[in-house]
Structure formats: C-alpha cells, structure tokens
C-alpha cells in the first residue's frame, strides 16, 4: 500500500480542522457582537465551545464510522497532551505567580471530570446514564466560567460590529462548518488506514497523532501567549478546553453510540490513568502553593514522554 497519499490526505484533514475552526470561532464571535450578546458571554460559551470543536468531530466522526478506539483515544489523547505537552511547555518557558482564586474552580472540576472518567470507564464501558455525572461537572463549568465573566466584565456594554459584513461573515461560518466536518472524515478515514497499513492499533494513532493534531489550536494559542509573556492565558485556555473535552464529548460518544462506549484495555489501564496522573503534577503546585514552577512544568513533560515510550514500547 502507497503510504503517500494517506499521509497527505490525513495532514489536510488537519489542516482542514484547524482553518475551519478559525472561521468558524470568528464568524460565530461576530455574529455574536451583532446580536447584541455581551463580550463575557461570548468568551465564556461560544469561544470555549468552539475551540473544543475538532476534536468533538473527529470523535463523533469515529464512532459513526465504527472507529470507536480511535474516537476515545482522540478525545482523552487530546487532554493529556494538552496538559503533559502544551501546558509542560508553557509552564516550562514562563513560570508564573497566580492567584488560588483565578484557577481554583476550573482546575478542580477538570480533576473531577478526569476522575469521574476513570472510575465509569474501569468495567471497560461508558454507559449513558452514568455518563451523565460528566454532564453535571459540564453544566458546573458553563456556570462558573458565566458567573466569573460577569463578575470580571465590569459592566462593559455589548459591541456593535458592522452589519455590511454580514455575507462575508456567513461565508467564513459555512467555510468553517465545512472544513471542520471535511477534515474531520479525511482524518479518521486516512488516521484508521495509517494505523491498518503500519500495523498500529487505532487506539494508539488516536492517543498520539489524531489527539495532538486535534490540539494544535491550543498549541497555536500556548506559543502566542508566550511571545507575548501571557501564560495565565494559555494554561487558561487549556484547562477549559481540557474540561469541555472530559466532559462533552464522550458522553454525546456513547449516545450516538447506542447508550454504551467501548473502552479499550489500553484506555482503562493506561489512557485514563496517566490522564489523571498529568492533570494531579498540572494542578497541585498552584493549588496549594498559589505558582506554577519550573520543575513543574518539566515534570509534566518527562510525564507526557514517558507515556508515550509505555505506549509505543
């Protein structure tokens, strides 16, 4: 089998995901701004939301077409790379002093929310009711990230974005639609024929390369933040994208699913745990310390390294 044109079409898939993600993010906040929507709404639930949409579709996208290890190893890979990998790298460039208050919530419900995960998954299932518990810590997140915008906006009024731009910004939106749910196909159709022509399990193309191309607008935003010396942003954006991930998107799985998820072993022995694992050395130090370190932050990576060698191995 010519290994070329799978490669080529997986990577535009990629490229697919990210650039639809992009429109459609600006598309969607404009439209917001329009209707009158106020800036801290727009941040706490469109935005949130719509950064966790590649791999909400590449998910989706698996288990409709059968490839149910590949869609779960998308969505838990997708959050410990997110924290092992992006968040190790931003803590390790900019270690930084913050307040208990400003993370408190956020990183203890993406702890619950990978805990919740591990303990329903161990009988090597999801089932939906269960997994309804991830809904609850879902609709806690939206709440919280609601209540702390308001609390943070200042009374700022809504903006008014210009109404002449209107068919460029519904062109964006459906380009966006399209490239999402296009590069989704072309990811798990080419990442399953990758995984069959190398002789590499689904699950294992899932956790590594579908999961880290999936998170390439987190990584895209961590390098940003620190050119620009804002790692509060980046560790910010990843932990909320980290808990709409745990708690989303294999819940709607196991739905779309017909009530129940088929975990792997390799999900429930090493996926999970060393999810948890990351997110415990992410958390813990800003927690009880009130700053993120440096040797934190190489702790996550050497984590994230050492998984990766037990998986491949």
């Known amino acids: 089998m010519d290994l070329l044109p799978i490669i080529l079409l997986f990577l535009l898939g990629l490229l697919l995901i990210v650039k639809g993600g992009d429109f459609f993010v600006d598309a969607a906040v404009w ?20 950064t966790t949409l590649p791999e909400l579709m590449v998910s989706v996208m698996g288990v409709l077409q059968g490839e149910v290890d590949l869609a779960v190893g998308n969505a838990v890979g997708s959050v410990t790379a997110n924290t092992g990998l ?22 203890l419900l993406m ?7 591990l303990l329903l998954c161990r009988g090597g299932t999801l089932r939906q009711a269960p997994s309804l518990i991830l809904l609850v810590i879902f609709a806690a997140f939206v709440f919280e990230n609601v209540s702390a915008a308001r609390h ?6 809504a903006v008014t974005a210009d109404k002449k731009d ?12 399209i490239g999402i749910v296009w590069g989704a196909n072309l990811l798990i159709e080419n990442g399953s024929a990758l995984a069959e022509a190398i002789g590499v ?8 390369v579908v999961a880290i191309g999936t998170s390439l607008p987190e990584l895209v935003t961590t390098i940003t933040a620190i050119v620009k010396r804002e790692s509060a942003l980046s560790i910010g954006n990843i932990i909320g994208a980290n808990v709409i991930d745990l708690t989303l998107i294999l819940p709607v799985c196991s739905l779309l699913s017909g009530g129940s998820l088929t975990i792997s072993a390799q999900g429930t022995a090493l996926d999970l745990p060393a ?17 993120f370190y440096r ?19």
Do not use: D, H
């Open 31 to 50: 439209m917001a701004e329009v209707s009158g929507m106020p800036k801290f709404l727009i941040g706490a639930t469109i935005v949130s939301l719509a």
């Open 86 to 107: 992006i968040m190790g790298l931003s803590i390790v460039c900019l270690p930084a002093v913050i307040r208990r208050g400003q993370i408190a919530a956020k990183s």
């Open 111 to 117: 702890a619950a929310a990978a805990l919740t995960l």
């Open 152 to 157: 943070n906006s200042g009374g700022e009024a």
């Open 166 to 177: 209107l068919p460029r910004q519904i062109v964006k939106f459906i380009l966006g639609i």
């Open 201 to 208: 399990p689904s699950s294992i193309i899932g956790v590594t």
């Open 275 to 291: 999810c948890f694992l990351i997110i415990l050395i992410g958390i813990l130090p800003p927690l009880l310390k009130e700053r």
């Open 295 to 313: 040797w934190q932050g190489a702790a996550m990576l050497a984590a994230y390294a050492g998984y990766m060698v037990v998986l491949v191995s």
